[in-house]
């Protein structure tokens, strides 16, 4: 070890490691102070330490603030190009603030303050700009004052807060509601939506367990079944229904997961949740509009059909019938016709309203369209419970319905079906009370009838005729008979009426009353209505070029055919093309055609008795005329009934109709026409009474265009 003499004393530890660390590395290990190179070692050590912490350190004096030492990041961060920091002082550093922090430093040492205080400085360093987190303070080393600078890049502290400020701007504003709990799920922050779809404020909420919103329609193994997921997976969403702060139970859909710290353990749970009730409403809404009737709300096909099956499953398994009503509305279609679609409508609710009023809870009505109505009865006994229902259907459905201005009554024919007996499936059912239906119908409506075996039969011959209905105009199979009137002033034959007839080629001469009905509905009467007027046309004028001049022919029209718009165009072709005058045709319609839609008709009658076509009103007295649309119609002849002619010489009462007619047409100017002549005393009897034309089997049955008229010379 080095001595020093008496006279010279030792040097400080300051000037001794400046001398040592001048001399470098080597003469660093040849040093003869041992202590002192074990504190140097210590001080590398602890250098490399500051170098590598990346923290900018930076020791000054004070008050100048002197830099006396810098670890190598302060150096490079720091220190002007060329230049080492040791021989700057802190105003040097063009930082910008650093006077500042110097000044305030001073201050604390002045007043003994070692607080550690902070401020964020920018800076360009190698063309970029940098923020840095600066802390400083004053520290005393061996009862020196000097000033400690610890300096640090503010990029990812920035970048963590502008992440944070994002998460919270986003959980502030989101619209579904947000809860934050700590580990033991008391809650410790919630966001505004939260607020608004709870009603609870944060305040209310804060410190408590998320279970005091619970609404109680969850049971225990619910919510059980729910953590167990969240501690198994991290997560769990369902739809859950909870409670608002005033009161009111709504349902949610509810997502929470479990977050865990970087050593796995969880430290939160994020519960997020979106109130559903208006998508729970819509949802409903779209399930009712799938299984209902949109105009009634009545159960549709669909509904029904698994009604149907819950009656069937039951009526097996106790051993009960059940029946099924087909219920159709009378003439609902003359409704639509001439009070609208909107007053139909209405009728069709009010329906419904009464039928729902009368049944059980356990049976089942249905709207099937249009004006069809379904019943189903579950557990009767008998069929006769059936029909006490359908007895009480239309007892009820006989009182006037009020719409508005207007008093309404609608009858119903309903057809009964029951099951085992009919059926043991929803369409044999519904086919066989269908049948039902239609033979109530023909019974004269307004009631109602079970079906029967004999139906299906002559259900099949319907269809067959129908089909075959369709070739038959294609095939030229209708004909056309001819039945004169006789003029009861001389006796002669002056007009005909042509009657529709189709000579089947298997079933021979077809009724007309068993295939104009099917044409009508099916709507092919309109088709072979045009064809009629051609036909009767061509064949009047082939009679009068041949002897009969001034023979005229009646035509009847159906009221589809009447509606039509063109039907004055189809008139007019049908005589250019027999080239026949518009006074030798004459088209009978029905009182219930003309009352239909009265507006309408008289426009039509006008048109057509404007191109000279004769009008006549065909069965007279068996609608609901008003005299005073007679009044307004242009019509040219009556026609009195056959059912008022029968009972003449019987009935005092028909007689008297009869002449009540006849009287109207002589008051009017109209001819009058008695249809069912079948009696000489039926004859004498309407010539004493002024009727001008006979018609019927006693002056002529309907025949072919080859023998109905007598020959001329």
């Known amino acids: ?92 550093i063009d930082c910008g603030g650093f006077e500042e922090l110097l000044a305030q430093i001073n201050d604390d040492a002045a007043t003994g303050e070692t607080k550690l205080r902070h401020r964020e400085f920018q800076l360009h360093h190698d ?5 840095l987190d600066i802390d400083y303070r004053v520290a005393e080393v061996r009862g020196t004052s000097y000033g400690v600078l610890l300096g640090r890049d503010a990029a990812p502290r920035l970048a963590a807060e502008a992440r944070v400020r994002l998460a919270a701007r986003i959980i502030a504003r989101s619209n579904e509601g947000i809860v934050i709990t700590d580990a033991e799920r008391r809650i410790i922050e919630v966001n505004a939506a939260f607020t608004k779809i709870t009603g609870y404020t944060r305040d209310d909420a804060v410190g408590r367990n998320p279970s005091f919103l619970s609404s109680g329609r969850q049971n225990a193994e619910f919510y059980r079944t729910m953590w167990d997921s969240i501690h198994g997976t991290g997560f769990w969403q369902g739809e859950i229904w909870n409670r608002r702060k005033s009161g009111e139970c709504y349902p949610e859909w509810l997502s929470v997961s479990a977050i865990r710290d970087d050593t796995g353990t969880t430290c939160h749970y994020v519960g997020t949740f979106s109130d559903i009730t208006e998508a729970k409403a ?59 679609h909107t007053i139909g409508d209405q009728l069709l609710r009010d329906v419904a ?27 009767i006994d008998t069929p006769d419970d059936a029909a006490q229902a359908a007895r009480k259907l239309m007892q009820l459905l006989a009182e006037p319905f009020s719409l508005g201005e207007h008093s309404i009554t609608v009858t119903p024919s309903i057809g009964i079906a029951v099951s085992p007996e009919d059926g043991e499936d929803l369409d044999s059912l519904l086919k066989h009370a269908d049948l039902a239906m239609y033979d109530a119908k023909q019974q004269g409506r307004n009631n109602y009838q079970f079906f029967r075996r004999e139906m299906n ?28 009137q006789i003029d009861l002033g001389s006796g002669e034959v002056l007009n005909l009426e042509a009657l529709l007839r189709w000579r089947h080629p298997e079933r021979g001469l077809v009724p007309p009353g068993d295939f104009i009905p099917m044409a009508e509905e099916t709507g092919l009467i309109v088709a072979i209505g045009e064809w009629v007027l051609a036909e009767a046309c061509r064949q009047v004028a082939v009679w009068r070029s041949n002897g009969w001049p001034a023979l005229r022919v009646a035509v009847n029209l159906s009221a589809a055919q009447f509606r039509q718009r063109d039907l004055h165009v189809q008139i007019a072709n049908a005589l250019v093309a027999s080239n026949l005058p518009a006074d030798a045709l ?23 008795d404007a191109m000279g076509i004769r009008i006549a009103i065909d069965d007279f007295g068996t609608g609901y005329s008003s005299l005073a649309y007679l009044k307004r119609f242009p019509v040219d002849t009556l026609k009195v009934d056959r059912s008022f002619v029968h009972n003449i010489g019987v009935s005092d009462e028909d007689a008297a109709i009869c002449s009540a ?42 025949n072919d265009a080859a023998s109905c008229l007598p020959r001329r010379n």
């Open 282 to 340: 819509a949802e409903a809404r779209i399930r009712h509009m799938a299984h209902h009737d949109f105009l009634t709300g009545l159960p549709n096909r669909f509904l029904l059909t698994d009604r149907f099956q819950q009656v069937l499953a039951s009526a097996q398994r106790n051993g009960k019938r059940f029946a099924l009503l087909f219920i159709d509305l009378d003439r609902f279609k003359n409704v639509n016709d001439t009070l609208g």
């Open 457 to 484: 039969a002559r259900s099949l011959e319907l269809l067959l005729m129908e089909s075959d209905l369709r070739q038959a105009l294609k095939k030229r199979e209708f004909v056309l008979h001819y039945q004169p």
């Open 661 to 702: 007619v006849i009287g109207l047409a002589h008051s009017l100017h109209l001819e009058v026409v008695a249809e069912g002549v079948e009696t000489q005393e039926q004859y004498e009897w309407l010539a004493r009474a002024g009727c001008h034309y006979v018609q019927g089997y006693l002056t002529g049955r309907p």
């Open 127 to 131: 063309g970029h700009a940098i923020a």
């Open 353 to 379: 309203g009464r039928l729902l009023s009368v049944v059980r809870a356990t049976d089942t009505i249905s709207r099937q369209g249009g004006d069809e109505f379904i019943v189903l009865l579950s557990d």
């Open 1 to 92: 070890m080095l001595k020093h003499s008496d006279e010279t004393p030792p040097p400080s530890w300051e000037e001794e490691r400046d001398r040592i660390i001048g001399l470098g590395e080597r003469s660093f290990r040849k040093s003869y102070y041992p202590e002192l190179r074990d504190k140097l070692s210590q001080l590398e050590r602890f250098r490399a330490l500051l170098d590598f912490s990346g923290e900018l350190v930076i020791l000054f004096a004070l008050p100048d603030g002197r830099i006396v030492d810098a670890n190598t990041p302060a150096e490079r961060m720091f220190a002007p190009q060329g230049r080492s920091l040791l021989d700057l002082r802190l105003a040097d």
């Open 586 to 608: 004459e088209v009978e319609v029905t009182e219930s055609i003309l009352m239909n839609d009265a507006e309408s008709t008289v426009d039509t009658l006008r048109a057509l």
